[in-house]
């Protein structure tokens, strides 16, 4: 016995669930021009929650945004913990008046750091600069005082 057109299609199995939309830690980590283990370490300390198609992660555009949010913390300096609270901001739905305050108070207590940083920089430079001066000074005077032999002088 056959089965007619109308009734073929009915014995087949039902489709399984579609894989759920997202990017793969690999897209992600090719995109950010990051390692996976970076991104499973944000994961760790609780920056991304991917959801899990059995065994894979599936990172979501919100997972993918917050990953964008902790690279450029990361690039301007903060700590995890300042990136952290930064990136739950941008999940609260509340106004925005209160977390741009919060993001301007975390950007400058991070400049006055980065200024007194640079100001030691500075002062590290000038005392390179004073000790390159005295060797060139020294090395002059040996070359002067040393015999007029190839060999022997020393060049600055």
Request: glycine share 4%; aromatic share 4%.
């Amino acid at each position: 016995m056959s089965s007619s057109p109308s009734t073929a299609g009915r014995n087949k199995a039902p489709k399984a669930p579609a894989a759920p939309k997202g990017f793969t830690i690999t897209e992600l980590a090719a995109e950010f021009d990051v390692t996976p283990r970076a991104i499973r370490f944000y994961e760790d300390v609780g920056l991304l929650e991917p959801q899990r198609a059995g065994r894979n992660r599936v990172y979501s555009q919100r997972e993918r945004t917050r990953l964008k949010l902790t690279l450029r913390g990361k690039r301007l300096g903060l700590s995890l913990q300042e990136i952290k609270q930064l990136v739950d901001m941008y999940d609260s739905p509340s106004d925005t008046a209160p977390q741009l305050e919060a993001f301007l108070s975390v950007l400058r207590s991070h400049r006055k750091q980065i200024e007194l940083q640079l100001e030691d920089i500075r002062v590290t430079l000038e005392e390179i600069d004073q000790h390159e001066d005295r060797c060139k000074r020294l090395l002059e005077a040996a070359n002067a005082a040393a015999p007029a032999s190839p060999k022997r002088a020393i060049r600055a």
